[in-house]
Nanobody, 117 residues
Framework: QVQLVESGGGLVQPGGSLSLSCAAS????????MGWYRQPPGKQRELVAI???????HYADSVKGRFTISRDNVKNTVYLQMSSLKPEDTAVYYC???????????WGQGTQVTVSS
């Protein structure tokens, strides 16, 4: 019933830009904290950015100033705008939803982002 579907991944050159989307269904989207995580090859999954139900945002130091997270509660979609991309940004990017007090959490299937010349 609950589904998070990421889209927008692909191949981009260093210094380029890319925008990811995550469409949610089966949850009361507006009360959930939404986040983007990534897992580079051979490394642990890490937090990239989060946005609360009130619109407060937080970013990992490695992406601060380059990435922007936003949400549209009418479309039940969270976005990640990425610019000035670096090879070290290469990873599978995952969308996550947390209900209030983290009673429930859900993950998307992931989308591949590759930064290479």
């Amino acid at each position: 019933q609950v589904q998070l579907v990421e889209s927008g991944g692909g191949l981009v050159q260093p210094g380029g830009s890319l925008s990811l989307s995550c469409a949610a269904s089966g949850i009361i989207f507006s009360i959930h904290t939404m986040g983007w995580y990534r897992q580079p090859p051979g490394k642990q999954r890490e937090l990239v950015a989060i946005i609360t139900s009130g619109g407060t945002t937080h970013y990992a130091d490695s992406v601060k100033g380059r990435f922007t997270i936003s949400r549209d509660n009418v479309k039940n979609t969270v976005y990640l705008q990425m610019s000035s991309l670096k090879p070290e940004d290469t990873a599978v990017y995952y969308c996550k939803a947390n209900s209030p007090f983290r009673v429930e959490s859900y993950w998307g299937q992931g989308t591949q982002v590759t930064v290479s010349s």
